[in-house]
């Protein structure tokens, strides 16, 4: 079962999908990084590429395992 993020703004446009957890965002403009729920975060470097980088939530840095 794939998750459903519940948000007040219509999506309009092009899309990203988190494919870690399948959360659906607008897709990332070059100057706004996406801040996924599950911790990823997803970058666009322009022309679509996109860069993942894992931030831990609050209390999660620093943990091992």
């Known amino acids: 079962m794939a998750a ?8 309009r ?7 870690r957890c399948g959360r659906v965002y607008a897709f990332p ?3 706004k990084p996406i801040r996924c729920e ?3 975060w997803y970058t666009n470097l322009g022309h679509g590429h996109i860069v ?3 931030h831990p939530r609050i209390g999660g840095a620093g943990k091992n395992g």
């Open 38 to 40: 599950c911790g990823w």
């Open 4 to 11: 459903v993020t519940y948000t007040s703004q219509t999506l």
């Open 52 to 54: 993942d980088t894992f």
């Open 29 to 31: 403009s070059v100057d």
């Open 13 to 19: 446009g092009p899309t990203f999908t988190c494919p």
